[in-house]
Structures are given as structure tokens and as C-alpha cells.
């Protein structure tokens, strides 16, 4: 299918390194920050959110990290895998029902 | 829970004719998004629909319409398609309830339509 990554900051990382992924967002008022993946041919899949009370918070094998003070957040995958490929969309909320997202960001992982 | 669904998957029209897309959010979710993904403009907000109400709205012209039933199923429809309508057409639905509050959306698997 039509691939979703084009146009976009690429990061390529070998299989079992650690992957940064990083996202600015825009609006300080904003509360509440999720974290999307996207494999080429399907819709957007939740992987984490964060409130903004909080500066940290771990899933499995994620963890999101929320800096309010350069708005700015990240997405930290541990040992990346194959199947970790994908398109990464952060996105902000608050004040408004409909989130705002960002570009993305395409993670190619190597064997 | 079964996740939203989206149908058709994909969709060939030619210019000029029109399309209905349809949309079955989570169970008990009343909140329903349309979102159209190309290459170049990323994702982009069509409009939102929540108790059968359209709640919020991108910028897209007229040609661009949804509903909402009271099952919460929503449809969008683009009339007099142009070649530049050809994208991901995705859904997302939502809880949807606090006023001033961003609840969390889940996608569709999105309908690839295709303009000739």
C-alpha cells in the first residue's frame, strides 16, 4: 500500500539498540500527549499517554517522557525490534476534544 | 472489545462521482473523528460527531459531510470527488465526554479510496 512515511524525519537503528524518538509540540496549554504507531497500511495504533502533572511514564518496553518546560516529548522504545518499523505520531490535547498531531517521525529498524 | 471498523477497505471511483464511507466506533463509544492521511499533508482533521452532532470541524470544503446515527455508526461523504481526494480516509472514536477534556481516540484500519 501507499506508504505513510514519506516526506517524514526518518531514524535508523539496528535491532536490540535503544530508539529515541523526539516530538515538540506547540501549544502550552496542552495536557495531555499520546503517542501513536502506524504500520504502513493500517491505522494509527495507541501506544502511551501522559498528563502533564506527570514528567515520566513507562509501558512495555516504552517510556514517554514530557519536558513542559521546552515542550517538548519523546518516545524512548527499548531494544527495537523489526516489528517496532513503523510511523510514530505524537499528539497534545487539551481544551479541545480533538487531539492535534504532529508529522510523524518513520523508525526503520535493521536486522 | 471489537475495534472500530471501517468499510469498504478500499474504494476506485472516477472523478465527479461520490462516496460514502462508513464508520462502527468501540462499543460504548460516543465520540466518532474523520481524519483523511496523504503523503504530503500528513493527518488531517475533518470533522468530529458526538451524540449525533458534528462537535467540531476541519477546514475542508462543503464537499466533505458526515453523520452520525444514534448507534453511534457515522458515515463521511465526499460528493463531485476530485483527484486530490485520493488518501486514507481513517476513523477514530472516542469516550468523548468531558467538556474541555482530549480523550483518547482509536483508529479504524482507514479506507484507502482511490480517484481516477
Known amino acids: 500500500g501507499e506508504s505513510v512515511g514519506l516526506h517524514l524525519p526518518t531514524l535508523s537503528v539496528q535491532e536490540g539498540d535503544n530508539s529515541i524518538i523526539n516530538c515538540a509540540y506547540s501549544n502550552s496549554a496542552s495536557d495531555y500527549f499520546i503517542w501513536y504507531k502506524q504500520e504502513s497500511g493500517k491505522g494509527p495504533q495507541f501506544i502511551i499517554d501522559i498528563r502533564s502533572n506527570m514528567d515520566k511514564r513507562q509501558g512495555q518496553r516504552v517510556t514517554v517522557l514530557l519536558n513542559k518546560t521546552v515542550k517538548h516529548l519523546s518516545l524512548q522504545i527499548a531494544a527495537t525490534q523489526p516489528g517496532d518499523s513503523a510511523v510514530y505520531f505524537c499528539?497534545?490535547?487539551?481544551?479541545?476534544?480533538?487531539?492535534?498531531f504532529g508529522r510523524g517521525t518513520s523508525l526503520i529498524v535493521h536486522p | 472489545k471489537a475495534g472500530v471498523t471501517q468499510t469498504p477497505r478500499y474504494l476506485i471511483k472516477t472523478r465527479g462521482q461520490q462516496v460514502t464511507l462508513s464508520c462502527s466506533p468501540i462499543?460504548?463509544?460516543?465520540?466518532v473523528s474523520w481524519y483523511q492521511q496523504t503523503p504530503g499533508q500528513g493527518l488531517q482533521f475533518l470533522f468530529e460527531?458526538?451524540?449525533?452532532?458534528?462537535?467540531n470541524k476541519g477546514n475542508f470544503p462543503g464537499r466533505f459531510s458526515g453523520r452520525q446515527f444514534s448507534n453511534s455508526r457515522s458515515e463521511m461523504n465526499v460528493s463531485t470527488l476530485e483527484l486530490g481526494d485520493s488518501a486514507l480516509y481513517l476513523c477514530?472514536?472516542?469516550?468523548?465526554?468531558?467538556?474541555?477534556?482530549?480523550?483518547?481516540?482509536?483508529f479504524g484500519p482507514g479506507t484507502r479510496l482511490t480517484v481516477l
Open positions: 499528539a497534545e490535547g487539551g481544551g479541545s476534544y480533538i487531539p492535534t
Open positions: 462499543s460504548g463509544h460516543r465520540s
Open positions: 460527531y458526538f451524540s449525533e452532532t458534528q462537535r
Open positions: 477514530a472514536s472516542s469516550l468523548g465526554g468531558l467538556a474541555g477534556s482530549t480523550d483518547t481516540q482509536y
